[in-house]
């Protein structure tokens, strides 16, 4: 076996680069920057006055009166913006220089809710949107298509265009994700549990008392996952455009929000609880109707601090306040015709259920429409519903994109004070119609920053402003006990070279969420502060590598045997930028899994350890590198790796058939390329008897790799006849 490689040049001058910037970074965690920030505190109210459904345009700021909290407060300024003549050229027409951000613009931004809405008639229904929506681009709007759905959660499908052909394309793939009815999937609850479905309704009754409780839970999981990942998306939304001048529009197709007050949620159960089933049974279903709405549903990392927001009508109640804040206005246009409706949930009712219960399904749709109604009309847009919502898409939309009036005052306090306060607008002209937000949130700067945190977690793919990396690795301690193994790359240029303008102390927040995919439950979340200052002997150092990384040792965390979504989040408030990484983990099964699992496969630098630890695998608390006697690991995270450099790799796999001598093979592949056998020499190894888990360092030799883009792929041979366990993991050898 080779002698351990981790002596070598490059690595020590790895480990003093790292060791340099973690011991900077201890030094800083004191320092705060010091920020002198003039806020202009002026509230925008944009004003819509139609008459006989044209919109009054001769107005003047004598003739409006405006109020906060009941008090009249003095008008600041007034503008009509109008568009009446403007034809707005399309994005992928005008060169890039020529489109300035700080011109207001006729633009709307289409939300499809494929979560929480269903059509059967898709092909009429998306028509009729695409005729509408063209013929608003004919009048110049530019229009931008989002699609919210289940397993992707909020997409940009279409940035602004004017183009009807991309229109239709766009509004297509929307369409065929959204308005599936499932109203049948009840039955398949039935079928699991082996319940034959018969005509007679006396055997079905037989099993009312079993498959009640499992019915009822699964309804109120399937809605509070449904209701978060919507409320998510149109938060998530209204982050998009906030920064966009003037008044910002949205439209947002849905069926409604489910209705999770506590007030209905207990009529519910007085409803659909059988008669026969004892006080303390209804007790306890009447406290999980309860619960359901409570702020885990959209904030199970407790983000938002908000110990009052307990129901799902208290969250869309912060919802329109953010987007009043904002000064946006989501419109809603419900696809559905109102009838024959079915609740879309998977085992939602029992088939007995599904032939009574037409009334209660009735009363549900209306709370959603309600729950539409209310948000727009409270940030001063229309709800179009019903037989002629499409007759009023182009009526409504036409002036109201085209016209409005906006005026502004100064609030009567000297500070943000994260208080809602309540906004009236008259308009001294007879028989007139006055729309405006109902109210906002004055919200101070770490609020706001809480509310883009929420949307970066609920959509991580829409923020994207701070690059970095970053890699997550559960490290096996015994049973199902984890270490959470944080590690993170900064790219040089681009966040710090390509940005910095001043040298002053700077902290970026890094911000780490684990989640349950299937539930969304909370699984683990913390933060970190990563504190630079911005001197000349920084930027030098940042000159001499493309990378910054930094490894963190969490806490141990019980995982178990699922499936993780984890999202790291970097946030910059002095210039209020975030960006997002996404990866995924998948735990083994240890009880029944006969074929056993690759736990984790992590490629890193060695280097010598001089305190020399113990002969076990253990994070160190000091750096956050993976110990073993007398070597140290350290992730690379972006897995690029110099010419002339080898690598190590670290294996962790579960074997249920015990202990066995592990020979992994180590091959490299790339298109246009040779696939080459990797040579590797075992460094280190550790068994746990108990948990039946073998870790293992291994050095990989690398060097004789020329420069490109490869998959290595380790292939572990199975100790009998049965199927090689298998990992592969992306890596860049550079030219230098």
């Not at 029992?350 to 409270?378: A, V, Y």
């Not at 073993?628 to 190590?648: C, H, W």
């Not at 066995?660 to 020499?681: N, W, Y």
Request: glycine share 6%.
């Amino acid at each position: 076996m080779r002698k351990t490689t981790f002596l070598i040049l490059f690595s020590l001058i790895f480990l003093a680069i790292f060791c340099v910037l973690h011991g900077f970074e201890k030094q800083q965690e004191q320092i705060q920057p010091e920020r002198h920030k003039v806020e202009v505190r002026l509230v925008l109210v944009d004003v819509l006055v139609t008459k006989d459904g044209k919109f009054v345009t001769d107005l003047t700021k004598d003739d409006f009166e405006v109020f906060e909290d009941g008090k009249r407060v003095p008008i600041n300024s007034f503008e009509l913006i109008s568009f009446e003549e403007t034809r707005l050229v399309a994005p992928e027409e005008k060169p890039e220089e020529e489109i300035s951000p700080g011109l207001h613009k006729k633009q709307l931004v289409v939300v499809f809710d494929g979560v929480c809405s269903w059509q059967r008639n898709i092909e009429e229904g998306s028509r009729k949107i695409v005729d509408q929506l063209v013929s608003l681009t004919k009048l110049g709007n530019e229009v931008m298509i989002l699609q919210l759905s289940e397993q992707k959660g909020l997409q940009v499908l279409q940035p602004f265009t004017t183009s009807e052909e991309l229109l239709k394309k766009a509004i297509l793939k929307a369409s065929a994700n959204i308005w599936l009815d499932k109203s049948d999937d009840a039955l398949k609850m039935w079928e699991e549990l082996r319940v034959e479905v018969d005509e007679e309704m006396g055997l079905i009754e037989r099993y009312d008392e079993r498959l009640h409780p499992v019915l009822e839970e699964e309804y109120l999981f399937i809605q509070k996952r449904r209701f978060a990942k919507t409320i998510g998306g149109i938060f998530s939304a209204v982050n998009m455009i906030k920064d966009l001048p003037g008044r910002k529009s949205i439209l947002l197709v849905s069926d409604g929000f489910p209705d999770l007050t506590s007030k209905t949620l207990d009529s519910k159960v007085d409803e659909t609880t059988p008669e026969r089933t004892d006080s303390k049974a209804r007790s306890t279903h009447l406290d999980m109707r309860r619960d359901v709405g409570a702020i885990t549903t959209f904030d199970p990392f407790n983000i938002l601090e908000r110990k009052k927001l307990l129901t799902g009508e208290e969250i869309i109640r912060e919802l329109i306040n953010y987007a009043n804040a904002q000064n946006i206005s989501i419109y809603s246009l419900d696809p559905d015709t109102f009838t024959r409706y079915f609740i879309t949930t998977t085992a939602e009712l029992g088939p007995r259920e599904k032939m009574t219960s037409l009334e209660f399904r009735l009363d549900d749709k209306i709370k959603r429409i309600q729950n539409l109604t209310w948000l727009s009309e409270d940030t001063g847009a229309v709800s179009l519903k019903g037989a002629q919502k499409y007759d009023r898409f182009y009526e409504v939309l036409s002036t109201d994109l085209n016209y409005y009036y906006e005026l502004s005052f100064y609030p009567q306090r000297p500070e943000a004070d994260n208080e809602y306060h309540k906004i009236k607008v008259v308009a001294n002209r007879p028989g007139v119609e006055v729309r405006f937000r109902k109210g906002y949130t004055d919200y101070t700067g770490s609020d706001k920053e809480k509310i883009l945190l929420v949307s970066a977690f609920h959509n991580p793919a829409l923020f994207k402003q701070l690059p970095f990396e970053a890699e997550f690795i559960p490290l096996h301690k015994d049973s199902k006990t984890y270490v959470c193994w944080m590690n993170i790359a900064l790219p040089t240029r681009e966040l710090f070279a390509d940005r910095i303008i001043e040298h002053a102390p700077k902290t970026f927040k890094l911000h780490v969420w684990v989640k349950d995919r299937s539930k969304g439950d909370r699984a683990f979340g913390g933060q970190i502060n990563l504190p630079f200052n911005m001197d000349s002997s920084f930027m030098d150092t940042i000159k001499a590598t493309d990378y910054l990384c930094f490894h963190y040792k969490g806490p141990e965390i019980k995982f178990g045997e699922k499936e993780y979504d984890v999202i790291f989040a970097l946030y910059d408030d002095q210039q209020e930028e975030i960006g997002t990484w996404e990866s995924s983990l998948s735990l083994p099964e240890f009880k029944g899994d006969e074929k056993g699992a690759i736990i984790n496969c992590t490629l890193g630098l060695m280097s010598s350890n001089p305190k020399k630890g113990k002969n076990s695998f253990s994070l160190s608390q000091d750096d956050g590198s993976l110990e073993y006697g007398e070597i140290k690991l350290f992730p690379t995270v972006t897995n690029r790796f110099q010419r002339m450099q080898d690598a190590s790799v670290f294996l962790q796999i579960y074997f249920p058939q015990g202990k066995t001598e592990v020979s992994p093979k180590f091959v490299v592949s790339g298109e246009g390329r040779l696939t080459q056998r990797i040579p590797a020499e075992l460094v280190a190894e550790e068994w746990n008897n108990k948990s039946k888990v073998w870790s293992g360092l291994f050095d990989l030799h690398l060097r004789n790799v020329i420069y490109g883009e490869y998959t290595l792929t380790i292939e572990i041979p199975d100790p009998g006849e049965g199927e090689a366990l298998r990992r592969e993991v992306r890596l860049t050898k550079l030219r230098y």
